[in-house]
């Protein structure tokens, strides 16, 4: 290796370790944080851990209609095994990565998750997007023991030992944003429209429910249409007929490009109508384009103009390894927080072995510093956070108009909603 090469490595080291120096974990005195301890002590169960690096998955779509929204986990979740690695690592070893391309294809991804515990033996996998994927692959990770961190708001309704739900569930993000719409937007009548798989159905089932038997209020309409659907123009008609108070969508992935184009082609934008959206982050608004979503709004968790020194150091460092127009959604900042609560749970536990991490992170393991705020796991195996709505700007960023005064308690099985 030439000196060259030497100092850009170096710099690239410091780099990380300042940028890490203010992110979660990073000052925090974990149990085993240093100890390069045996490999048969943490390792029984044949992962792949030896004495100096532990093999971890990635299991995302880079490639079809999803991978609009699911390229800023890949990179979020690289970013923090990065920076983990360039702290030391997790008991003494560093984290080495085995990426597999869900290709959005939903047997794809349990092939992929199949060859990744069976074949790999990796000791986590970070990945998933849609509902669909992580249906698709939970037997496999039930059946084989593996461990899953999943980054996506979801329709709740799911508990499993094998999975860490990093992403909002139902009752944290579709009650938080029907409630805002009716209390601050006065809205009484909404039109549901989703892409037609398990999460939107399911969510807007719960919609219904909290509109119709806790709102009082009324479902004038409700649509959905195939995942990568461009074709929204019939849509446009029923919503003019129907005139909601608003528009409550779950569109997801390269879909959102057509639709809110068509909405704008219609004449339906932010100044004359509201929109409220679970699934437009900043990651969708590069294709999207501020200016056929501005105006309307998201509910999520996370959104990249939250100001707070956490997210500002998050910020800096993931546009110091994607570049300046790099942009941070509330799935990718979700993906970032894997890493971290993996590595919190493995050295609590002193152990890689499945079981041991599961009943570690079902003591109360906590982020004091992550992007998004204070957060904390649940013994459900969801977390702990806050619930925000945000108006699209020119731009295509968001500007932050409610947040719950307090952590909201995931409830993955609402009373009334099932």
């Known amino acids: 290796m030439s000196q060259r090469e030497e100092d ?12 890490a120096a203010a992110l979660p974990l990073a000052g925090l005195p974990l149990l085993g944080r240093a100890a390069n301890l045996p490999t048969a002590q943490v390792n029984t169960t044949k992962l792949a851990v030896t004495d100096t690096e532990v093999i971890v998955g990635q299991l995302h779509s880079a ?12 990179q979020a979740e690289q970013l923090a095994i990065d920076q983990i690695n360039a702290m030391g690592g997790i008991l003494g070893r560093r984290i080495k990565v085995i990426k597999e391309d869900g290709a959005s294809d939903w047997p794809t991804f349990a092939e992929k ?22 249906k698709a692959v939970l037997p496999v ?11 996506t708001f979801y329709e709740g309704l799911e508990q499993s030992k094998n999975v860490i739900y990093t992403g909002q569930e139902a009752t944290q993000q579709i009650l938080y944003g029907l409630d ?12 549901l429209i989703g ?13 219904r429910k909290h509109i119709e038997n806790f709102q009082k209020g009324k479902v004038v309409g409700e649509e959905y249409y195939p995942l990568g659907s461009t074709n929204f123009g019939s849509l446009m008609n029923k919503i003019k007929v129907q005139k909601p108070d608003c528009i409550f969508t779950a569109v997801v992935g390269g879909s959102n490009v057509a639709f809110y184009k068509a909405l704008k082609a219609a004449g339906i934008t932010g100044d004359k109508q509201l929109l409220l959206t679970l699934s437009v982050t900043e990651d969708e608004m590069t294709g999207v384009g501020g200016e056929n979503f501005q105006g309307f709004y998201s509910s999520m968790k996370y959104f990249q103009s939250l100001d707070n020194a956490n997210n500002k150091a998050f910020v800096a460092a993931f546009k110091g390894k994607y570049g300046k127009d790099a942009v941070i959604g509330d799935v990718t900042q979700a993906g970032y927080l894997g890493p971290w609560l993996w590595k919190a749970a493995v050295e609590k536990a002193g152990s890689f072995d499945i079981d041991k991490v599961v009943a570690a992170s079902e003591t109360g393991i906590e982020l004091k ?13 969801h977390l702990w956070s806050k619930s925000r709505i945000a108006m699209g700007m020119p731009d295509a960023t968001f500007k932050v108009v409610s947040e719950s005064p307090e952590l909201i308690k995931p409830d993955p099985f609402p009373k009334g909603y099932q």
Request: a positive charge; glycine letters at 6%.
């Open 8 to 19: 850009l490595k170096s710099a690239q080291r410091r780099k990380l370790l300042q940028g």
């Open 63 to 74: 490639t079809g209609t999803m991978a609009i929204s699911e390229t800023g986990s890949i």
């Open 113 to 134: 998750s199949k060859k990744l515990l069976v074949n790999d033996r990796v000791a986590a996998v970070f990945g998933c997007w849609t509902s669909a994927s992580r």
């Open 141 to 151: 990770f039930e059946k084989e023991n593996g461990l899953l961190y999943y980054p």
């Open 180 to 191: 805002w719409a009716q209390k601050e937007k006065k809205a009484k009548t909404f039109f």
């Open 195 to 207: 892409s037609d798989y398990i999460w939107p159905r399911t969510s807007m089932k719960i919609a």
């Open 369 to 381: 510093t992550a992007p998004e705020g204070y957060v904390k796991l649940d013994k459900n195996h």
